[in-house]
Nanobody
Framework: QVQLVQSGGGLVQPGGSLRLSCAAS????????MGWYRQAPGKQRELVAG???????YYAESVKGRFTFSTDNANNTMYLQMNSLKPEDTAVYFC??????????WGQGTQVTVSS
């Protein structure tokens, strides 16, 4: 099991930027999968960006070119840099780590609100 602690988020105007961080309690090197999800009111949780099984990077079409997923393996931390934010990016964002096929650990969630 992995404990995940998120930071970042908040209120930003359209076109602005935010960076989310997710600190893990153990090494995230060679993790099965990891990524950032979001859930808007009344909608299902969706994968925004991350590393899939096999190591390939994934970005949702709606965030390609605007969001960047990255990791700092030395500090067991993953990030989501969000630029050119839009009102439709408003949601609660969650980080997720899976050590193997059977594990599934989540951060506590952080609110991102894009509004003028």
């Amino acid at each position: 099991q992995v404990q995940l602690v998120q930071s970042g988020g908040g209120l930003v105007q359209p076109g602005g930027s935010l960076r989310l961080s997710c600190a893990a309690s153990r090494s995230i090197f060679s993790i099965y999968t990891m990524g950032w999800y979001r859930q808007a009111p009344g909608k299902q949780r969706e994968l925004v960006a991350g590393i899939r099984v096999g190591g390939s990077m994934y970005y949702a079409e709606s965030v390609k070119g605007r969001f960047t997923f990255s990791t700092d393996n030395a500090n067991n931390t993953m990030y989501l840099q969000m630029n050119s934010l839009k009102p439709e990016d408003t949601a609660v964002y969650f980080c997720n780590v899976r050590l193997n096929e059977l594990s599934d650990d989540w951060g506590q969630g952080t609110q991102v609100t894009v509004s003028s």
